[in-house]
């Protein structure tokens, strides 16, 4: 399995040019549909990646603040729960992160684990060679015991490291709630896909942001993705930026208006980009095909993000479809979030 260091300057080229051939086909297919779309992964390039720490810190974003808390609090039982098998000697847990980005919230839990069994493997995965190299330097600098494994990939398709020692038992870390960005089908590929590749016993700790409830206003869930700073418009308008940038598009993305809004009836928060003018737009032709010329009338959107929020029937439901038992869930004291551990049965 390589590690950061040894991710060669060639392995960053073939990833550069692999990914501008996957935005230009995603744009292609994106905007050229009704009603027009662009897939949520387009955000994360470097500024998207930054406006996207920026967003996890604002007051409004509850998300990554209250999954943190819940770690706080629950660490210890997470990673015994995790470790538990009823007789023997429990199994070592080697942890894998779906997505890792810097991973700062991981920590926690890999602290856990070493406090648990003495040393720890940590195996991040996630598509930015970036986030890996922050993700391994963060964890180096501040949990002692842990020994990092990056592997560079896109977690939905690819496989997972595999080297698994003898008495081991992995836990797959997806936290984030970034299972929420996916439609339901998709989740369910998602999960599929990494439990093909674990063991029955395996172990999964699934991040999802919850429904509105007694406890849970719509109002705050609105508030963390129309923030008072305007910092998720920007995040939300990189997007158009990006497209500028690696395909050498004509967007002027201050033409367009953040909007987010509530789907009741999908349980999910939107993002949209919403014209505010008749605009034509071009992108010169590339690896998709001929140039396109595009034109936006007044009002026109481009939805370019859902976030679904889960009951704890709808997780429970997603992960037996993807053949995981949820076995615990804890949340905050607000109902907010939560965080469910299930066992790859
Ligand atoms: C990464 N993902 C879980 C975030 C979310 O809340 O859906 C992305 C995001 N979009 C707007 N703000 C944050």
């Given at each position: 399995?390589p590690l950061?260091?040894?991710?060669s300057e060639?392995t960053?080229v073939?990833?550069?040019?692999?990914t501008?051939d996957?935005?230009?086909a995603?744009?292609?297919?994106?905007l050229?549909?009704?009603?027009?779309?662009?897939a949520?992964?387009?955000f994360?390039d470097?500024?998207?990646?930054?406006?996207f720490?920026?967003i996890?810190?604002?007051?409004?974003?509850?998300?990554?603040r209250?999954e943190?808390?819940?770690?706080a609090?629950?660490a210890?039982?997470?990673?015994e729960h995790a470790?538990?098998?009823?007789h023997?000697?429990?199994?070592?847990?080697?942890?894998?992160?779906?997505g890792a980005?810097?991973?700062?919230?991981?920590?926690?839990?890999l602290?856990?684990?070493?406090?648990?069994q003495?040393t720890?493997?940590y195996?991040?995965?996630?598509?930015?060679?970036t986030?890996l190299?922050a993700?391994?330097e963060?964890?180096r600098?501040?949990?002692?015991g842990?020994?990092?494994r990056?592997?560079?990939?896109d977690y939905?398709?690819?496989?997972l490291?595999?080297?698994?020692l003898?008495?081991?038992?992995?836990?797959?870390l997806y936290?984030g709630?970034?299972?929420g960005n996916?439609s339901?089908?998709?989740a369910?590929?998602v999960l599929r896909?990494?439990?093909?590749?674990?063991?029955?016993?395996?172990?999964?700790?699934?991040?999802?942001?919850?429904s509105p409830?007694?406890?849970?206003?719509?109002?705050?869930?609105?508030?963390a993705?129309n923030?008072a700073?305007?910092v998720?418009?920007?995040?939300?308008?990189?997007?158009?930026a990006?497209?500028n940038r690696?395909?050498g598009?004509?967007?002027n993305?201050e033409a367009?208006?953040?909007?987010a809004?509530?789907?009741?009836?999908?349980?999910r928060?939107?993002?949209?980009l919403v014209?505010?003018?008749?605009?034509?737009?071009?992108?010169p032709a590339?690896s998709?095909g001929?140039s396109l010329?595009?034109?936006f009338?007044?009002?026109e959107?481009?939805?370019?993000?859902?976030?679904?929020?889960?009951?704890l029937?709808?997780?429970e439901?997603l992960l037996?479809s993807?053949a995981?038992c949820?076995?615990?869930t804890?949340?905050?004291s607000r109902?907010?979030?939560a965080v469910?551990?299930?066992?790859?049965i």
């Open positions: 399995m950061i260091s040894a991710v060639a960053d073939a990833l550069e040019s692999s501008t996957a935005v230009a995603e744009a292609r297919a994106g050229t549909a009704y009603p027009r779309t662009l949520p992964w387009l994360y470097e500024t998207g990646s930054r406006l720490e920026q996890t810190q604002l007051p409004e974003y509850y998300l990554t209250t943190r808390s819940i770690f609090a629950h210890d039982e997470i990673i470790s538990h098998n009823g023997g000697l429990p199994p070592t847990l080697t942890l894998i992160e779906l980005g810097t991973a700062t919230k991981t920590g926690i839990l602290a856990a684990a070493v406090r648990r003495g720890v493997v195996q991040p995965v996630d598509v930015s060679v986030a190299e993700a391994t963060n964890i600098a501040n949990v002692p842990v020994t990092v990056c592997q560079v990939a939905t398709s690819q496989p490291p595999e080297n698994r003898p008495n081991t038992r992995t836990l797959a936290i709630s970034s299972i996916f339901p089908d998709a369910t590929a896909n990494l439990r093909a590749q674990l063991l029955p016993g395996d172990q999964l700790l699934l991040g999802t942001d919850l409830g007694p406890k849970k206003k719509v109002t705050t869930i609105l508030a993705y923030d700073a305007g998720t418009a920007a995040f939300n308008r990189n997007i158009l990006r497209l690696d395909l598009a004509n967007f993305p367009f208006a953040h909007r809004l509530w789907n009741a009836a999908e349980s928060m939107e993002m949209h014209s505010l003018a008749p605009q034509r737009v071009r992108i590339n998709a001929g010329s595009l034109t009338a007044s009002g959107g481009i939805h370019t993000e859902n976030s679904y929020k889960f009951t029937g709808r997780v439901e037996s993807a995981f949820l076995t615990h804890w949340q905050d109902h907010h979030f469910n551990l299930a066992t790859a």
